[in-house]
């Protein structure tokens, strides 16, 4: 049987698959922001100010091309943190994605024929 915890499907044999999901379901761009947030918090100091404005006008400014659905308070605090930007200026806005994630796409996924015909050929080898 495959693994049904949501983080295992953040590692590199599961991300594939759940992001082909989130694809088809027309939500990748939550998996790309979290992703996106793991690779700002390894970026070296002098490049924070441009990579978070990458990151920001991409995901969660108001007319980001893939905005991502945040409360207001969220996005204003992370607005907030781009004046300033380190590395855990987006911790909140990554964790609510995560949450979304984790409580709505991905007890969808587990329900999707692509994840019940894997689950189930591993399940017989």
């Not at 590199?12 to 698959?17: A, F, S, T, V, Y």
């Not at 996106?36 to 070296?44: F, H």
């Not at 969220?74 to 909140?92: D, G, R, V, W, Y």
């Amino acid at each position: 049987m495959l693994t049904t915890t949501f983080s295992s499907f953040l590692l590199p044999d599961g991300l594939c698959l759940f992001r082909a999901f989130l694809v088809s379901e027309f939500s990748e761009e939550n998996i790309a922001f979290y992703l996106a947030c793991e690779e700002y918090r390894e970026t070296k100091p002098s490049k924070l100010a441009i990579k978070a404005k990458k990151i920001y006008d991409e995901f969660i400014g108001s007319d980001a091309p893939r905005e991502v659905n945040l409360d207001h308070v969220t996005k204003a605090i992370t607005k907030e943190n781009m004046e300033q930007p380190s590395q855990s200026c987006f911790n909140l806005a990554q964790a609510k994605i995560y949450n979304l994630m984790e409580k709505d796409c991905y007890p969808r996924f587990l329900k999707s024929s692509t994840y019940l015909e894997l689950n189930r050929k591993a399940k017989t080898g």
